[in-house]
Every structure is written in structure tokens, then in C-alpha cells.
């Protein structure tokens, strides 16, 4: 199943309407404009909360069978707890999902994609465990009200990209800047917040009969050269980055990495603390976690080498992840890159998947997100079009290798809101036009390729369309004009 993606808050606008509370990131665009890149706010953003109409009909477009959206907290709880659930919020995703049945698509929807009610977050944030609670009501009312069309919940967007971002860079919102205590402590609460919504869905909802699982963000990891301590440096990158929300669910011992328990535990000692800045899982915990993902949803982008060596003294801050994880990462320069973080390695994503296959027992896949962003605007964008052949090829090959993927999604459907980069960088296989109060959507070149993909089921390299010449009556507008001109400027020519 081929699908593309999106998520609420990068496409949704409608901001202050229909009843909707206020988000971390509502908060955090008004009271901090300049920490955006082009001081934007998603107040508005590709206005889908209007145009939900259009964004289906590009996805038929396409030609997709998958839509993964997100369902935005505070436009469904406005203050964030389950005793008041807003009727708009529901009729609005009602609508979207009527509107994409109705065309054959089937909706992924995730739960949680960084748009925390602020009031929670003034209450604690994911650094309290009561957000346990919080969490599962919230998914309760959604299984409820959305869960007889909906059959593929993701509950939590990237729980490494959220905590790093928002609680240990500081990046995003709520800007907490704690690497050594908050990006533990928010990892944390994620896993018991996920493992609460999961079986709330299996105790309660068994009956409607659909699927739970969480997205996780993985880029591929290599050593970079093959000496032992490239090699030990890759595994504890993997371990603190990947396994540390993987380990939980889908390890058969359903702990944290135990490299992880030790790097951290070695580090606070170190430091004279009493206790591991990584506060272990009890027993019950880790068999309430354990096995709570009905497939994994992994979003890819990007590779990196790691290694560790003496050049890495003095580098980090102590305490914070980085520290205790000591090592360093980077791309081949001879990678396409996008943005400043996105280098282009294909057969990175083959050699995640099979890597992942072997090390938990041959799960099964869905790619919820994968795609190239840039910072340029236009119609012809070779390099998303290199990136995506490149890409869905290594998917293939991994298929080849026996690994159980079940569909692919490309990130995404359109330009948006790209968080602390605001419209800077651009995702999208439809161009959306921000400066246009119609926020109007034209197919780049990529979204005609992956048409063509979907279409034929052959990557054919020799495929090349022209994202100008498009029959529909806007372009045919657009051509009736320049003929118009050419003819002017003819008899203009006459008059000298
Ligand atoms: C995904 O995260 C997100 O799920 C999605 O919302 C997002 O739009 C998409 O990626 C593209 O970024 O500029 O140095 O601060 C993937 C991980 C999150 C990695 C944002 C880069 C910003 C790095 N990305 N992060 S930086």
C-alpha cells in the first residue's frame, strides 16, 4: 500500500476556530515569534481545516490507497481532559475521514503528533506521570468516536525527535533545554503513555477490530571505519537512539538497551548522584510495555557514521545524553542533501529494515514517513524525485530480503508548516502556494513520478514528466494567456 502524510499541526490552520484549545506550539509561535526561522506561526498554515476537500482529492490524484494524518489534542479536548470533548473537533475529523472512505482511502491516524494541550503542558508536560491518564483518555475518546472507520491507530509521532527537541535541545516546543534529566524522563512517559493507550484499545475496543502501534524515527547507523570502537560507538548509538523506545516494546526482554542502563548509570555515579539519571522500569512496567506495538511504524529520512575517539573531549555538557552517550556521528559528503540535517543514502532504509528484521523476531513494517526537504520552491524538483525512486528501490530490496513491510507513505502530501524552520523547508510532492490566501496545491514533478510508480508498479528512471504542461483548466488558463501575449507582442512588433 503506497500513502502519503501529513500531520495537524503543519497543515491544519484554523488555529482559533471551531472551538479548538490551544497547543504547546499555539503557545509557543505567540510568545516566542523569533525562535521560528521566518518568524511564521501554523495559524494558518496549507488551511486544510478548510480545504480537507482538495487534500483528498490530490491524494485520488495520486493515486494512494493510505492517508496518514494526525488528529490535533486541544481541537478535540480543548482543555486537554476528557470531560469536555468539542463537537466541531469531531465533526471536522468525521468529515476527513467520511471524505476519505468514500474515495477508497484508508486513513492511519495518529493520535499524538506534538500538539500537546498547553494547560497540560503547564501542568508537567510528558514530564509528569500523570500524563499517563491524560493520554488515555484522550485516545479513549478518539477509539470511540472515530474507531468504527479507523483501523490504524499510531498513538506517538517519533518519541526520540519529541524529547530531544522539546526537552533536551530546547528547539521545539516547550523548549525545555534538560539533556541529561528531561530527555529520559519524557522518553519515559511516552512508553507508559503508549502502553496505556494500547490496552485501553485491547481491553475495550478488541471489538471494532483495528490495529495499535507507535512511530518510531530511526536513521541508519554505520561505524565509521572497522576498528572496535567505531563499532561499540554505532551500537550505542543505536541503543540510546533507536533502542531506547524500541528495546521496551519489541525486545523480548522488553527492558531499555542494557548498554543504555550502563552508560547512563556509570555517568551519574561519575557525577555523585545516588541514583541513574535513566530511572529503570519496575518488573510490572516492563511487562506493561512489553509487546504493545501491533506492527512497527518507522519514519527514515537519513544515515550517519558514528565513532568515538579523544577529538569527542570536552565536547559535550555535562550531564546530558550526549555525554553519556559520547560519540560522534556524520554523513558521507557525497550524499544529495536537503536540509542542513537530510543527507540522501538509499541503501540506508534496506539496510535498516533488514537489520530491524533480525533483531526483533521479523516484525512488520509500515514506512509512515520517508521523503526529501529542501529549501527551494518550484515545480521541478529533481532532487525529491532522485530521492524518492532511490528510496522506494531500497524498499524493494528489502522486500526481496524477506522483510514484512505492508506500506510506505511519503513524507509529504504537501508543504507545511515545518516546526522551528517554518515554510523555510519544503516536503511536499504538491507545492502549496502560502502567499495565496487559497493556499493553492500544483503537483511538483515528484508527485507525478510517484503517481506513475504507484500506477505501473515499475520505477522507471526513464519517466519524466513535465509538472508545467497540466491539462486541467487552470494550466489551460494559463496557456490561453500566453498565447494571448504572444499575439499581442506580434502586432505590438507590427506597430515598429
Ligand atoms: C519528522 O521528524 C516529523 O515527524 C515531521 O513532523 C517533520 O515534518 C519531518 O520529520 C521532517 O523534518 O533543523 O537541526 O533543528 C523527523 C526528524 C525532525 C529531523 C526535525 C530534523 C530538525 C533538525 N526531523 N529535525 S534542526
Not at 506495538?293 to 529520512?301: E, I, K, P, R, V
Not at 530480503?401 to 516546526?419: H, K, T
Given at each position: 500500500?503506497?500513502?502519503?502524510?501529513?500531520?495537524?499541526?503543519q497543515?491544519?490552520?484554523?488555529?482559533n476556530?471551531?472551538?479548538?484549545?490551544?497547543?504547546?506550539?499555539?503557545?509557543?509561535?505567540?510568545?516566542?515569534p523569533d525562535?521560528?526561522?521566518d518568524?511564521?506561526?501554523?495559524?494558518?498554515?496549507?488551511?486544510?481545516?478548510?480545504?480537507?476537500?482538495?487534500?483528498?482529492?490530490?491524494?485520488?490524484?495520486?493515486?494512494?490507497?493510505?492517508?496518514?494524518?494526525?488528529?490535533?489534542?486541544?481541537?478535540i479536548?480543548?482543555?486537554?481532559?476528557?470531560?469536555?470533548?468539542?463537537?466541531?473537533?469531531?465533526?471536522?475529523?468525521?468529515?476527513?475521514?467520511?471524505?476519505?472512505?468514500?474515495n477508497?482511502?484508508?486513513?492511519?491516524?495518529?493520535?499524538?503528533?506534538?500538539?500537546?494541550?498547553?494547560?497540560?503542558?503547564?501542568l508537567?508536560?510528558?514530564?509528569?506521570?500523570?500524563?499517563v491518564?491524560?493520554?488515555?483518555?484522550?485516545?479513549?475518546?478518539?477509539?470511540?468516536?472515530?474507531?468504527?472507520?479507523?483501523?490504524?491507530?499510531?498513538?506517538?509521532?517519533?518519541?526520540?525527535?519529541?524529547?530531544?527537541?522539546g526537552y533536551?535541545?530546547?528547539?521545539?516546543?516547550?523548549?525545555?533545554?534538560?539533556?541529561?534529566?528531561?530527555?529520559?524522563?519524557?522518553?519515559r512517559?511516552?512508553?507508559?503513555?503508549?502502553?496505556r493507550?494500547?490496552?485501553?484499545?485491547?481491553?475495550?475496543?478488541?471489538?471494532?477490530?483495528?490495529?495499535?502501534?507507535?512511530?518510531i524515527?530511526?536513521?541508519?547507523?554505520?561505524?565509521?571505519?572497522?576498528s572496535?570502537?567505531?563499532?561499540?560507538?554505532?551500537?550505542?548509538?543505536?541503543?540510546?537512539?533507536?533502542?531506547?523506545?524500541?528495546?521496551?516494546i519489541?525486545?523480548?526482554?522488553?527492558?531499555?538497551?542494557?548498554?543504555?542502563?550502563d552508560?547512563?548509570?556509570?555517568?551519574?555515579?561519575?557525577?555523585?548522584?545516588?541514583?541513574?539519571?535513566?530511572?529503570?522500569?519496575?518488573?510490572?512496567?516492563?511487562?506493561?510495555?512489553?509487546?504493545?506495538?501491533d506492527f512497527?511504524?518507522?519514519?527514515?529520512?537519513?544515515?550517519k557514521?558514528?565513532?568515538?575517539n579523544?577529538?569527542?573531549?570536552?565536547?559535550?555538557?555535562?550531564?546530558?545524553?550526549?555525554?553519556?552517550?559520547?560519540?560522534?556521528?556524520?554523513?558521507?559528503?557525497?550524499?544529495?542533501q536537503?536540509?542542513?540535517?537530510?543527507?540522501?543514502?538509499?541503501p540506508?532504509?534496506?539496510?535498516?529494515?533488514v537489520?530491524?528484521?533480525?533483531?526483533y523476531?521479523?516484525?512488520t513494517?509500515?514506512v509512515?514517513?520517508?521523503?526529501?526537504?529542501?529549501?527551494?520552491?518550484?515545480?521541478?524538483?529533481?532532487?525529491?524525485?532522485?530521492?524518492?525512486?532511490g528510496?522506494?528501490?531500497?524498499?524493494?530490496d528489502?522486500?526481496?530480503?524477506?522483510?514484512?513491510?505492508?506500506?510506505?507513505?511519503?513524507?509529504?502530501?504537501?508543504?507545511?508548516?515545518?516546526?522551528?524552520?517554518?515554510?523555510?523547508?519544503?516536503?511536499?510532492l504538491?507545492?502549496?502556494d502560502?502567499?495565496?490566501?487559497?493556499?493553492?496545491?500544483?503537483?511538483?514533478?515528484?508527485?507525478?513520478?510517484?503517481?506513475?510508480?504507484?500506477?505501473?508498479?515499475?520505477?522507471?528512471?526513464?519517466?519524466n514528466?513535465d509538472?508545467?504542461?497540466?491539462?486541467?483548466?487552470?494550466?489551460?488558463?494559463?496557456?490561453?494567456?500566453?498565447?494571448?501575449?504572444i499575439l499581442?507582442?506580434?502586432?505590438v512588433?507590427?506597430?515598429?
Amino acid at each position: 500500500m503506497f500513502g502519503a502524510a501529513t500531520s495537524s499541526y503543519q497543515i491544519e490552520g484554523g488555529w482559533n476556530e471551531g472551538g479548538k484549545g490551544w497547543s504547546m506550539w499555539d503557545h509557543l509561535v505567540r510568545t516566542d515569534p523569533d525562535h521560528i526561522a521566518d518568524r511564521s506561526t501554523g495559524d494558518i498554515a496549507a488551511n486544510s481545516y478548510h480545504l480537507y476537500k482538495r487534500d483528498v482529492e490530490m491524494l485520488k490524484e495520486l493515486g494512494v490507497s493510505i492517508y496518514r494524518f494526525s488528529i490535533s489534542w486541544p481541537r478535540i479536548l480543548p482543555f486537554g481532559r476528557h470531560d469536555y470533548v468539542n463537537p466541531e473537533g469531531v465533526a471536522y475529523y468525521n468529515n476527513l475521514i467520511n471524505e476519505l472512505l468514500a474515495n477508497g482511502i484508508t486513513p492511519f491516524v495518529t493520535i499524538y503528533h506534538w500538539e500537546l494541550p498547553q494547560n497540560l503542558n503547564e501542568l508537567g508536560g510528558w514530564l509528569t506521570e500523570d500524563i499517563v491518564d491524560w493520554f488515555g483518555d484522550y485516545a479513549r475518546v478518539l477509539y470511540r468516536n472515530f474507531g468504527d472507520r479507523v483501523k490504524h491507530w499510531l498513538t506517538i509521532n517519533e518519541p526520540y525527535i519529541h524529547c530531544n527537541h522539546g526537552y533536551s535541545r530546547g528547539n521545539h516546543a516547550p523548549r525545555i533545554r534538560s539533556p541529561g534529566i528531561a530527555f529520559y524522563e519524557c522518553g519515559r512517559h511516552i512508553l507508559l503513555a503508549h502502553a496505556r493507550a494500547y490496552h485501553i484499545y485491547k481491553n475495550e475496543f478488541a471489538f471494532q477490530g483495528g490495529q495499535v502501534a507507535i512511530v518510531i524515527s530511526s536513521d541508519m547507523s554505520m561505524p565509521s571505519d572497522d576498528s572496535q570502537s567505531s563499532y561499540e560507538a554505532m551500537e550505542d548509538y543505536r541503543a540510546f537512539y533507536v533502542g531506547q523506545y524500541m528495546d521496551p516494546i519489541f525486545s523480548a526482554t522488553g527492558n531499555y538497551p542494557q548498554r543504555l542502563i550502563d552508560r547512563v548509570a556509570r555517568a551519574s555515579a561519575n557525577q555523585g548522584l545516588s541514583e541513574s539519571r535513566l530511572r529503570p522500569f519496575t518488573q510490572e512496567q516492563i511487562n506493561y510495555i512489553r509487546g504493545t506495538s501491533d506492527f512497527l511504524a518507522l519514519n527514515h529520512y537519513t544515515s550517519k557514521f558514528v565513532y568515538r575517539n579523544d577529538s569527542l573531549n570536552g565536547t559535550f555538557e555535562v550531564p546530558s545524553h550526549q555525554d553519556d552517550a559520547y560519540l560522534g556521528t556524520y554523513p558521507d559528503p557525497s550524499w544529495m542533501q536537503g536540509g542542513t540535517w537530510l543527507f540522501a543514502y538509499p541503501p540506508g532504509l534496506y539496510k535498516l529494515l533488514v537489520h530491524f528484521k533480525e533483531k526483533y523476531n521479523n516484525l512488520t513494517v509500515y514506512v509512515t514517513e520517508n521523503g526529501f526537504g529542501n529549501y527551494t520552491t518550484g515545480l521541478d524538483d529533481e532532487n525529491r524525485v532522485t530521492y524518492l525512486r532511490g528510496y522506494i528501490n531500497s524498499l524493494l530490496d528489502a522486500i526481496d530480503a524477506g522483510v514484512d513491510i505492508r506500506g510506505y507513505c511519503a513524507w509529504s502530501l504537501m508543504d507545511n508548516f515545518e516546526w522551528a524552520t517554518g515554510y523555510t523547508m519544503r516536503f511536499g510532492l504538491y507545492q502549496v502556494d502560502f502567499d495565496d490566501a487559497n493556499r493553492t496545491r500544483t503537483p511538483r514533478k515528484s508527485a507525478l513520478v510517484y503517481k506513475e510508480i504507484i500506477r505501473s508498479r515499475v520505477i522507471d528512471p526513464t519517466y519524466n514528466p513535465d509538472p508545467h504542461a497540466r491539462d486541467d483548466s487552470n494550466s489551460a488558463i494559463v496557456v490561453k494567456t500566453s498565447a494571448l501575449f504572444i499575439l499581442l507582442s506580434a502586432f505590438v512588433n507590427t506597430l515598429f
